[in-house]
């Protein structure tokens, strides 16, 4: 039996011949064979589409309905073990930072300063923070950052370069690790608020949006599946967790939106709100973007917070 040819039905209990061609009568009791069943695999593996093997079934005799429904079970038959053997593996979960919320915490002693708790949401683990810097540390990091900004690049996991992304028509630009001491200052709090260590934290990140600009809903960690990934995660391992810090007042918009459980916070100048995610996985829930602005500007810090120490 050559690759185009199917098996005959040799099996069926009428005694039917091999090659049944369609325009002879029916005959009762033709069924599919294994044989046949793994012919249409086979046929399948070359590439033959669905159309020609069974155009080819016919032409050896079987008869239309057995021929259809041989290829539909052995199709759904095959789609079902693929499903079996490939189930998405969840990444195990690993230590991420928190914020300490024992005895239903109002306050957080910050060491140099005492912000206050807003809010907080279990899972995802997300905490909203009132008085996180000063009015005057917001004015002075917008200052600092003014002369730098530039068209925000994101993470290309593909390559483990960056790339313009239409989906973040922010301006930005990233401070280096205590490059000035204002940014030390915060750092150390940030470290103090997660109880992780300074080492672990990326630059901190400034972002400008003008009316208009969005960051489209995203995870922060880098997608295990992507090319790249492998090659980002070598300075410091996955994003576990990420502190956006508010430095104005937008005059309409802008909030940071987190879809899975339908919560905006608002972008109110020196609050900051916290999120972490303890595996690379959409089931963290983790999923949030920057809402559109409509009037005015928003200015925001990002610093997220790595497993290990950043380099
Ligand atoms: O600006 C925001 O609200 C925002 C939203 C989502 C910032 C980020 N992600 C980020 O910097 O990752
Ligand atoms: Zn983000």
Avoid at 47 to 53: H, T, V, Y
Avoid at 175 to 202: C, H, K, M, Y
Avoid at 250 to 265: H, Y
Wanted: glycine share 10%; proline share 9%; hydrophobic share 35%.
């Amino acid at each position: 039996m050559g690759p185009g040819t199917p098996p005959s039905e040799h099996t069926a209990p009428s005694g039917s011949g091999p090659a049944q061609r369609n325009a002879e009568p029916m005959r009762l009791g033709q069924s599919a064979t294994p044989a046949l069943r793994d012919w249409i695999v086979a046929q399948a593996q070359t590439g033959m589409n669905a159309e020609k093997i069974l155009q080819a079934m016919l032409d050896a005799g079987w008869q239309a309905e057995v021929a259809v429904e041989a290829l539909t079970a052995t199709v759904s038959e095959a789609l079902r073990r693929q499903a079996r053997v490939e189930p998405a593996a969840l990444p195990d979960p690993v230590p991420v930072p928190r914020v300490r919320l024992d005895d239903a915490a109002l306050y957080l002693d910050l060491g140099d300063r005492r912000a206050h708790v807003i809010g907080h949401l279990q899972q995802p683990p997300i905490v909203v923070i009132g008085g996180f810097l000063t009015d005057e540390e917001c004015d002075q990091l917008i200052a600092d950052a003014q002369p730098r900004m530039a068209r925000s690049l994101t993470v290309d996991t593909r390559t483990g370069g960056e790339e313009m992304n239409d989906a973040r028509t922010s301006r930005g630009m990233f401070f280096s690790r205590g490059e000035t001491p204002l940014v030390q200052r915060i750092e150390t709090r940030i470290a103090r608020l997660l109880d992780w260590p300074v080492e672990n934290g990326e630059g901190i990140q400034v972002l400008n949006y003008q009316p208009g600009a969005e960051y489209r809903p995203h995870y922060d960690y880098f997608n295990p599946s992507e090319p790249g990934t492998a090659s980002i995660l070598k300075r410091g391992g996955q994003r576990v967790g990420t502190l956006l810090m508010y430095l104005n007042d937008p005059a309409q918009g802008g909030g940071t939106t987190f879809p899975d459980v339908r919560l905006t916070v608002a972008p109110k100048r020196g609050h900051a709100v916290f999120f972490s995610y303890d595996r690379p996985h959409p089931s963290t829930h983790s999923l949030h973007g920057g809402a559109p602005v409509i009037s005015g500007e928003k200015w925001i810090a990002t610093k997220w917070l790595r497993e290990r120490e950043f380099t």
